[in-house]
Each structure stands twice: as structure tokens, then as C-alpha cells.
Nanobody, 125 residues
């Protein structure tokens, strides 16, 4: 059974930083995309950042480019999201998600079929 467990959320003032982690257990695929979606109250879910297990190709939403960095430790099946220069509009529940794929296309238009429980990020002005 695949489980994705997030950690690292919290509250921070605008301009601050947070680092999210997502560890996958029971995940036997070697070629996969893993990353983060977020959803704020009353807003649609947004794909934030994703990374491919082979080669480390990444995808970022325009809203976070230059501020967020996704990285991974493939041996630990863990991805990290370093969030810098946080803004109040980054406030949301952040969900880790994964999908197995032979191809390195990790854009959020593709269906992700494994999800974590979510971790709250709150940025105050």
C-alpha cells in the first residue's frame, strides 16, 4: 500500500521560508513524478512543483518560479519543497502527490493517483 506522508508546514510571516517534505512508502516504481499541489479555501487546486525520479526534470507553476525549489532523494523516495520569499497568497493546504510514468512529463495536467493527507501553510502579512 502506497503512503505519502508530508511534513514541514506551519505559519510564517511574509518574506519568510518553509521547507516541506514528502516521504513515500510502499512505492515500488522507479520511474515516477512526485510533487505538490495546493488548495486555498474557495480556490481551485493548483499544481505547484513536480520532479521526475530519473534525471530530476522539474515543473513549476508560474506563481512560484524563482521562489520555490523542489528537490529529491530518490534513495529515500522523498521530495522536498523549499519555499522562500513567501507571500500571503501562498497560504493553502499543500498536498503531496505521485504518479508512476515511463515518460518524464510531470505537469499537473496529468492525473496523479497517490496523495498525501496535506499540510497547512499559512503566510501572514
Amino acid at each position: 500500500q502506497v503512503q505519502l506522508v508530508e511534513s514541514g508546514g506551519g505559519s510564517v510571516q511574509a518574506g519568510g521560508s518553509l521547507r516541506l517534505s514528502c516521504a513515500a512508502s510502499g512505492y515500488t516504481y522507479s520511474r515516477y513524478c512526485m510533487g505538490w499541489f495546493r488548495q486555498a479555501p474557495g480556490k481551485e487546486r493548483e499544481g505547484v512543483a513536480f520532479i521526475y525520479s530519473i534525471g530530476g526534470n522539474t515543473y513549476y507553476a508560474d506563481s512560484v518560479k524563482g521562489r520555490f525549489t523542489i528537490s529529491q532523494d530518490v534513495s529515500k523516495r522523498t521530495v522536498y519543497l523549499q519555499m522562500n520569499s513567501l507571500k500571503p497568497e501562498d497560504t493553502a493546504m499543500y498536498y503531496c502527490a505521485a504518479r508512476a510514468t515511463y515518460w518524464g512529463s510531470c505537469e499537473p495536467v496529468y492525473e496523479y493517483n497517490h496523495w498525501g493527507q496535506g499540510t497547512q501553510v499559512t503566510v501572514s502579512s
